[in-house]
C-alpha cells in the first residue's frame, strides 16, 4: 500500500493541534522521585561498591523491615477467595472504611464513621484529590517549608497558590506561627500538617498541636493532616493525631498502610474527615471529595478486602520491633553525622524514617550547591541521599535511616569519607 506523499520539504510543527502540556512540566518539576533520579544517573555504571539507597522511605527490600506474615497471607486469602474480582465502590469498601474507622477512632476523642473515610490509592493519590477539591480561583494553600513535593507538584497542576511557612531547625522544626497568620487572606483555604514529619523526622508536642488548631480556626481554614507514619514515633514525644483538635478546627486526615506496615507498594491510602462539628459536610468539601472520587481510579479491590484482617490481626509485637529498629537505625544516623565536620543535625530524629542535614558549604573546597554534592556522592561513593532543594531547602539534604543496619553503617562512613577528601585544606 502506497502512503500519501507530502508535499511540504521541510514539513512545520503547525500543522499539529496538539503540544506540550506546561502545567504537567511545572507540577513535575517538583516531584521527589525526579530530583532523586537525577542523583541516582550519576551513578558509575562500572563502580566497583554496591549503591547504598539513603534517600527513599522505603525499607522493604531490608530484611529488617518485611511486613508482617499477616498481611501477606490476608491478601493471599482475599485473592483465593475470588470476591474481590469486582470494581469497588468510589469510596471504597464498607468492610475497609469501617476498620479505618475503628483503627483511627482509637486516638481520637470521638467515633468515625465509615461515611468519614474515603479510601485512595496510597497518601499521594490522597494528597491529589484533596488540592483539586479545594481548587478555585485565587485558592491558597500554606505549606511547610521543608516539606513533602507532592502538595507542592499538585498545587501547580490544579492552579492553586502555595504559600510556605518555615519549620524551625533550632526548635525541634516548630512551625513559625506568626508567620502562618501573616501568609493567610480571604483566599486561603487550609494549612497543612505532616506528623510524625518527613522529612525532618519530628513529632509534635500536644501543645504545638493545639497552636496549630487555634490558629486555624482564627484564620478560618482547615487543617490538612499527612499522618502516613502515624505511631512511628520512637523520642520522648508520643504520636498525637491532629483529629484530637477536631472540635477547634476542622481536618481531613491523610494516612496509609505503606509506613507503618512497610508495604508502599500495595497503595492503600485513605481521607479521613475527623471534623466531629460537620463543618467539612455543611462547606459541601466531602461532596467535592465523592465527586472527585466518581472521575479517579481506585485501589485494588482485593487489597481493599484483605485490610480488615491486615489491621485486625496485626500483633503489637510486630509494630513494636518496627519502631526498635527506626529507634536503633535514627541513633546510629544522628550520631555518626555528628562526627562530620562539614554537617549539621539540628534536631535529632523523633519519628518517621528521615532526618534533615545542613550542609556547611565554606568547610568544602569544590561543592556548589546540596544537589552538587549529592550528585559528586552517588558518583563517587555510590550512596544516594536527597537534595534538600527538592524539599525547598537549599543547602539542605534529607536522608533516610530506614536501612538494614550494616548498610546504614557503611553508608554513612562512605559520607564522612567523601566530606573529609573534600574538606578545604
Aim: proline content about 7%; overall charge negative; some cysteine.
Amino acid at each position: 500500500m502506497l502512503m500519501e506523499k507530502d508535499n511540504d520539504a521541510k514539513p512545520s510543527l503547525e500543522r499539529w493541534k496538539f503540544g506540550h502540556n506546561k502545567a504537567m512540566a511545572m507540577a513535575g518539576s517538583r516531584s521527589l522521585r525526579g530530583a532523586i533520579n537525577k542523583v541516582i544517573t550519576c551513578l558509575e555504571e562500572t563502580g566497583p561498591r554496591p549503591v547504598i539507597p539513603l534517600a527513599n522511605g522505603d525499607p522493604s527490600a531490608f530484611p529488617s523491615f518485611r511486613t508482617t506474615p499477616i498481611a501477606e497471607e490476608a491478601i493471599v486469602e482475599a485473592v483465593r477467595s475470588a470476591q474481590y474480582n469486582n470494581y469497588a465502590p468510589t469510596n471504597g469498601l464498607l468492610s475497609a472504611r469501617w476498620v479505618v474507622a475503628e483503627y483511627l477512632s482509637k486516638d481520637l476523642p470521638y467515633k468515625l464513621c465509615p461515611d468519614d473515610v474515603f479510601l485512595t490509592a496510597g497518601c499521594s493519590q490522597a494528597i491529589d484529590i484533596i488540592v483539586s477539591a479545594l481548587a478555585r480561583p485565587d485558592a491558597n494553600i500554606l505549606l511547610p517549608r521543608p516539606g513533602f513535593p507532592m502538595f507542592e507538584a499538585r498545587c501547580m497542576y490544579n492552579n492553586v497558590e502555595m504559600r510556605h511557612f518555615d519549620l524551625i531547625p533550632e526548635q525541634g522544626w516548630k512551625p513559625d506561627l506568626d508567620q502562618v497568620e501573616k501568609l493567610a487572606d480571604e483566599n486561603t483555604a487550609a494549612i497543612v500538617v505532616c506528623n510524625p514529619n518527613n522529612p525532618c523526622g519530628s513529632v509534635f508536642k500536644y501543645h504545638h498541636m493545639e497552636e496549630i488548631a487555634k490558629t486555624a480556626r482564627k484564620l478560618g481554614v482547615m487543617v490538612i493532616s499527612d499522618e502516613v507514619y502515624d505511631h512511628l514515633t520512637f523520642g520522648s514525644n508520643p504520636f498525637i493525631p491532629m483529629g484530637v483538635f477536631g472540635d477547634i478546627v476542622p481536618v481531613l486526615t491523610l494516612g496509609a498502610i505503606s509506613k507503618r506496615w512497610v508495604v508502599p507498594g500495595w497503595r492503600l491510602g485513605w481521607i479521613a474527615a475527623t471534623d466531629p462539628k460537620g463543618i467539612l459536610r455543611k462547606t459541601k468539601i466531602v461532596d467535592s471529595i465523592r465527586s472527585i472520587l466518581d472521575i479517579t481510579t481506585d485501589p485494588a479491590t482485593f487489597i481493599q478486602g484483605a485490610l480488615p484482617q491486615i489491621i485486625e490481626k496485626t500483633q503489637d509485637d510486630f509494630f513494636n520491633n518496627i519502631v526498635n529498629v527506626l529507634r536503633d537505625a535514627a541513633e546510629i544516623c544522628y550520631n555518626k553525622i555528628k562526627d562530620i565536620k562539614c554537617l549539621t543535625c539540628p534536631h535529632k530524629p523523633e519519628g518517621s524514617m528521615f532526618v534533615m542535614v545542613k550542609l556547611n558549604l565554606s568547610y568544602l573546597a569544590d561543592i556548589s550547591d546540596d544537589i552538587d554534592f549529592c550528585s559528586k556522592l552517588a558518583k563517587e561513593e555510590s550512596v544516594i541521599i536527597c537534595p534538600g532543594s527538592a524539599l525547598s531547602m537549599k543547602n539542605w539534604f534529607r536522608i533516610t535511616f530506614a536501612a538494614e543496619q550494616t548498610s546504614l553503617i557503611v553508608g554513612l562512613e562512605r559520607l564522612k569519607l567523601f566530606c573529609e577528601r573534600h574538606e578545604k585544606n
